[in-house]
């Protein structure tokens, strides 16, 4: 596609509940990235694939929060049992690999996650 | 991990050059300074990166000092679109791929 796309935009759900959140990286991109951006502070790095393995799952906040990636393309990041502090934009970005600090992310437009 | 300090907020008339300022003193010989911007409930934009050499894409100029302690924006005619918040970021080096974010300036362009 043109640029990474998320799904769904917005998300409401309760406390306590599951969540899905939908990445679509640039077509051909090898690399992906997650991101969640808590209100008016800076991104916070989650988790990144390189093809459909997580060589790096640090930034995941607590057990709750998974991710995959099926096919080097479509991820999935998985919040099981919301919790309020789990509100924020969730973020997806692409490179074309990472193989280098040269290699631009590319960012879609995020997931808008509200937990009642 | 290097970091970055920006100005928290800068004003710029229309039509006029944003000059956006970053200091980034702990940077190691091979990490990259980036730079993107946020439009209110958008997600992070790229706008251009260096190393070592200044560098010009379509949206903008990157100054980069001789000892690559500071770098510099540059938006040559600034329009009310480019209103924003610009983040400058450093690649850290043994996790390249990971960008570490800080409080980026809140550039408002006036017209």
């Known amino acids: 596609g043109a640029g990474v796309s998320q799904s769904p935009s917005n998300k409401v759900t309760e406390k306590g509940k599951d969540v899905e959140l939908r990445c679509d990286p640039i077509s051909g991109h090898t690399a992906l990235y997650w991101y969640r951006q808590s209100l008016g502070q800076g991104l916070e790095f989650l988790i990144y694939f390189q093809g459909n393995s997580a060589p790096d799952k640090s930034g995941l906040p607590s057990d709750r929060f998974s991710a995959e990636r099926t096919g080097g393309s479509v991820s999935t990041l998985t919040i099981q049992r919301t919790q309020q502090e789990d509100s924020a934009v969730y973020l997806c970005a692409s490179s074309l690999t990472r193989t280098s600090a040269a290699d631009t992310q590319y960012f879609g437009p995020g997931t808008r996650l509200t937990v009642l | 991990d290097a970091k970055t300090t920006q100005p928290t907020s800068m004003d710029c008339a229309e039509g006029r050059a944003a000059n956006l300022p970053c200091n980034h003193s702990t940077i190691s010989g091979n990490e990259y300074v980036y730079w993107y911007r946020q439009i209110h409930s958008q997600g992070p934009q790229y706008i251009i990166h260096?190393?070592?050499?200044?560098e010009t894409n379509e949206m903008a100029s990157l100054i980069i000092t001789e000892d690559r302690k500071s770098s510099t924006l540059i938006l040559p005619h600034a329009t009310l679109r480019d209103t924003a918040v610009y983040y400058c970021?450093?690649?850290?080096?043994?996790?390249?791929?990971?960008?570490?974010w800080g409080a980026g300036t809140k550039l408002i362009i006036k017209p």
């Open positions: 260096g190393l070592k050499n200044n």
């Open positions: 970021i450093v690649r850290v080096g043994y996790r390249n791929y990971q960008l570490i």
